[in-house]
């Protein structure tokens, strides 16, 4: 009887790093992802390979692989058809989505994307590119770029560019005269693995861990002894949508106070919490959260 294994795509590029992050965070230890194409995990019935996102939603729609990461601009497109597992909300820079943007240079005298009728835009999204003109009605030629577009902006009538922060399109002395689409990380399945009891089970229990690791970027857990006299002044600066744990201690007259807040909350109040009469706070990163 063959073993059963899912093989798993991780892209390879700029969200390599960010992936492999993230998968630690949810408790999976990984390996030779530095050298190897083939990265080695600490759970025998997953099989990892890394693959460009760019051709990632194919190999999965194919059957090649079971699941895998991409982008949801290239979903769009291949247009693969393929189960979509999840939205998650990691990049390589920020957990904010990426864009594709229409730029031309700052001296351009384009303003609008109608003013590029009759001009070339460069781009390695063609697909979308040419609908987004098609849609608009506006006459243009999309040519593929190889990498470095930014570069090309000067030797084309404007380009069509992912970015994260725009940093790169300011670096580069371009202008954005409008977004083309917005796109996040996706975890997405072939149909044919989704209806497999075994394959779904472990894409799930995947999609529950790293779901619960991006959750927990932004949290932290805190805790601390008060004074039953000062409990209520305590329980009044928390967080009124939160429910934190209360326990008994051996000292009678006070008690244990636990909970899970946002970072840029726990930052505000720990002054207002010992002004309070909380003393002995602990604040401590988490690697899960799971709601």
């Known amino acids: 009887m063959s073993k059963k294994v899912l093989k798993l795509g991780i892209p390879k590029g700029s969200l390599q790093k960010a992936t492999f992050a993230l998968f630690e965070k949810a408790g999976f230890n990984i390996s030779d992802y530095e050298r190897s194409y083939f990265p080695r995990i600490d759970d025998s019935e997953i099989e990892l390979i890394l693959l460009r996102a760019q051709e990632m939603s194919r190999y999965v729609a194919e059957g090649v692989l079971d699941a895998g990461f991409t982008g949801y601009d290239w979903i769009v497109e291949n247009g693969s058809d393929v189960y979509e597992v999840c939205e998650l909300l990691y990049s390589k820079a920020t957990s904010k989505p990426t864009k594709w943007v229409l730029a031309v240079p700052n001296e351009s005298d384009i303003k609008k994307p109608e003013d590029l009728a009759g001009g070339i835009i460069a781009t390695e999204l063609i697909g979308v590119t040419k609908k987004y003109f098609d849609k608009k009605n506006i006459d243009v030629k999309v040519e593929f770029s190889w990498g470095a ?143």
């Open 149 to 291: 577009t930014e570069v090309k902006a000067r030797l084309v009538s404007a380009i069509v560019e992912l970015t994260e922060t725009g940093s790169s399109i300011r670096a580069n002395d371009l202008r954005i005269i409008d977004t083309i689409m917005t796109s996040t990380t996706r975890f997405i399945a072939n149909n044919q693995a989704w209806a497999d009891d075994f394959k779904r089970n472990k894409i799930e229990n995947i999609s529950i861990l790293l779901n619960a690791a991006i959750d927990a970027k932004n949290m932290v857990g805190m805790k601390m002894n008060v004074g039953k006299d000062d409990i209520d002044k305590v329980l009044a600066i928390l967080p009124a949508e939160k429910s934190p744990t209360v326990s008994s201690l051996a000292d009678k007259d006070f008690v244990a106070v636990e909970i899970v807040i946002e970072d840029n909350i726990e930052r505000r109040i720990v002054p207002e919490l010992k002004r309070a009469g909380a003393t002995g706070i602990i604040t401590y990163s988490l690697n899960k959260v799971i709601h």
